[in-house]
């Protein structure tokens, strides 16, 4: 692999062919893989679509960065290596987990050399290229509409959304809107979700049919996990027939998928503890009122200010420092997070916290000295829910109240890794009483969704 000076792209050549048909996927990361190539190339190979668009759904923490990868680099050879591949994400962690799997994944599979490239068409290739590029890049190249733009948006073939769910903002919609456009019928092109929560907004909302639109903007095509196809996979994949599988939509719903992964050690148990608090100490008018939407900034900081709670978070994080588990904090706001992190370190307390303000270089710093176990209490707002994934995290503290299952499913991720996926048995979840009220078990939001999908 080689790296220009400025980072901005390399050149990964394939080192090696493995026959291996498995090459580091477990059984249901191949056969989501499976019914996805199946599924674009029948649309191909028949022209039935000129367009293909599907989601993949897995619960984070199963390794859907790792199957996606491997995906479209099968997906590529069906193109005849025609065109060019587009990875989005909205933050440059997602950007780099996803650049480092997809190499290691071509040094093994990939047939020749293919150019990476980062945030940037101006380079631009008209095939043999992946670029890995946010979705604000996206939008402001659609913006200027510069002719370097135009042919970087013809010769794409392969467009992955990561964090699917965010697509339906109205920048990235129209952008992404105008870059599927093909002007080339022997030139087809594939949009593909990833998301762990196909969908926006939770019961009661009234944005709820933002979950529909979601839906449809990927064709309501969903390739999920279904335990009844991964036994009968697993016994026959030797000579299975994946076109016998029904590709749209979850045909039989599965209750216990996130039960089923963590019995198989590939996500961990979840042992939940209730933050509570006396709520008359606190002007509880902000929990009592119905809301069509997630809790506002300014009600945020007002929750997150007050002395009395605060003093009950604290009393419980010493608690989870004198067991020395390294913990991920879920502050209500970055005040909120300044003052747990101050009154820890008067305690003697070691711990960091990250804000949407804080350098990269520090935040890139703090995380690595989380990980070496330099301290074990990392504290953030809103800034890790996503791109973050550490198999040292053995508990989830969330301080802050949330009417967003997709939020509450990104924040519960972090700790979901299991033992299979190098993570731990079980992960501690301390959590504010009126979300575990809302969303009592791990298998709801993953589930929730299904609905809107044929």
């Not at 979705?135 to 002719?147: T, V």
């Not at 330099?374 to 707002?381: C, P």
């Not at 996926?421 to 009592?440: A, P, T, Y």
């Not at 709801?444 to 299904?450: G, H, I, L, R």
Request: aromatic letters at 12%.
């Amino acid at each position: 692999i080689k790296y220009s000076s400025d980072k901005k792209d390399s050149m990964v050549k394939s080192n090696c062919l493995l026959s291996k048909r498995f090459y580091e996927l477990l059984d249901y990361q191949f056969l989501i893989r499976e019914k996805v190539i199946n599924f674009v190339s029948n649309n191909i190979e028949k022209k039935k679509q000129h367009i293909n668009k599907l989601i993949i759904h897995m619960p984070t923490g199963t390794g859907k960065t790792k199957t996606s990868v491997h995906t479209i680099i099968a997906l590529f050879e069906k193109y005849d290596n025609k065109g060019n591949i587009v990875w989005l994400a909205h933050t440059e962690e997602l950007l780099d987990q996803a650049r480092n799997a997809f190499i290691n994944a071509w040094n093994a599979l990939g047939n020749r050399e293919i150019k990476v490239i980062i945030n940037d068409v101006t380079q631009h290739y008209d095939n043999n290229a992946i670029y890995f590029i946010s979705y604000q890049k996206l939008i402001s190249y659609y913006k200027n509409g510069f002719d370097m733009y135009k042919k970087f948006r013809e010769n794409m073939s392969i467009c992955v959304c990561d964090e699917a769910h965010k697509c339906l903002a109205t920048e990235t919609y129209y952008a992404l809107d105008d870059f599927m456009i093909s002007y080339n019928e022997n030139h087809p092109k594939t949009l593909i979700g990833l998301t762990a929560t196909p969908g926006r907004k939770y019961k009661d909302s009234l944005l709820e049919g933002d979950n529909l639109d979601l839906a449809l903007m990927f064709d309501q095509n969903i390739f999920s996990i279904n335990t009844n196809e991964l036994e009968v996979f697993s016994n026959y994949h030797r000579n299975y027939d994946f076109e016998g599988f029904s590709y749209k939509g979850i045909y039989k719903k599965d209750d216990e998928i996130i039960k089923y992964f963590q019995n198989r050690k590939v996500l961990a148990k979840i042992k939940r503890f209730p933050l509570k608090y006396d709520y008359s100490k606190i002007d509880n008018s902000v929990f009592i009122k119905k809301r069509a939407s997630d809790y506002s900034q300014s009600e945020l900081k007002m929750i997150g200010e007050n002395r009395y709670r605060n003093e009950v978070i604290i009393e419980n994080l010493k608690k989870i420092a004198a067991r020395g588990l390294p913990t991920i904090v879920f502050a209500c706001s970055n005040q909120q997070g300044k003052i747990l992190s101050n009154v820890l370190t008067l305690n003697g307390i070691k711990n960091n916290c990250i804000f949407g303000d804080t350098h990269e270089s520090l935040r890139k710093k703090y995380i690595e000295d989380f990980e070496n176990g330099e301290y074990n209490i990392l504290i953030n707002n809103a800034i890790l829910t996503t791109g973050f994934d550490s198999p040292r995290i053995k508990c989830v503290f969330i301080t802050r109240p949330t009417n967003s299952i997709v939020l509450y499913s990104q924040m519960l991720g972090r700790g979901l890794r299991g033992k299979k996926m190098g993570g731990n048995e079980e992960c501690l979840l301390i959590d504010v009483v009126d979300n575990l009220n809302k969303f009592n078990d791990e298998n709801f939001a993953f589930n929730y969704f299904s609905v809107y999908w044929r």
